[in-house]
Each structure stands twice: as structure tokens, then as C-alpha cells.
């Protein structure tokens, strides 16, 4: 799997207020635009950074988002 980014974990009860806001898009739809590509995608363990140890990461509550392979 190939990773892509760190996110804010999806899971977590104040994951939709840590996502930022578009002047064109509600809350929710940015929300729902969110958890529509992570349906695609593999959550796990964080990546290092060269800002950020994994260790880091976990403690702030981030996840890992990998592109799944294509079959």
C-alpha cells in the first residue's frame, strides 16, 4: 500500500469539527465529501514525518491514510 497522507482520526467524536471549512462547502458536506474518500482508502498507523515521530502522531490522534491496491 502506498501511503498518502496523515489525517485527524476519522473515528474519534471531535474528528468532523478538526476538518477545515470551505468558503463553498457546509461543515457537513465537507464532512461527508471527507469519509467519501476514506471509504477508498486504508486507515493505519501514521506515518513519520520530518516534523513528527509516529509516537508523536499517535498521541495527537492521527491515522495513517494508504491507497488500497488495485486488483
Same mark, same amino acid.
Given at each position: 500500500?502506498?501511503?498518502?497522507? &496523515?489525517v485527524?482520526? *476519522?473515528?474519534?467524536?471531535d474528528? =468532523? &469539527?478538526?476538518? !477545515?471549512? /470551505?468558503?463553498d462547502?457546509? =461543515?457537513?458536506?465537507?464532512?461527508? &465529501?471527507?469519509?467519501?474518500?476514506? /471509504?477508498?482508502?486504508?486507515? !493505519?498507523? *501514521?506515518? !513519520?514525518?520530518g516534523?513528527?515521530?509516529?509516537?508523536q502522531l499517535k498521541n495527537?490522534?492521527?491515522?495513517g491514510?494508504? =491507497?488500497? *491496491?488495485?486488483?
Amino acid at each position: 500500500m502506498k501511503w498518502l497522507t &496523515n489525517v485527524y482520526d *476519522p473515528g474519534r467524536k471531535d474528528a =468532523r &469539527n478538526r476538518l !477545515a471549512i /470551505s468558503l463553498d462547502q457546509s =461543515r457537513d458536506e465537507v464532512w461527508q &465529501n471527507h469519509l467519501k474518500w476514506l /471509504s477508498k482508502c486504508h486507515i !493505519a498507523e *501514521p506515518q !513519520a514525518t520530518g516534523f513528527y515521530t509516529v509516537g508523536q502522531l499517535k498521541n495527537m490522534h492521527m491515522v495513517g491514510v494508504y =491507497r488500497l *491496491p488495485t486488483e
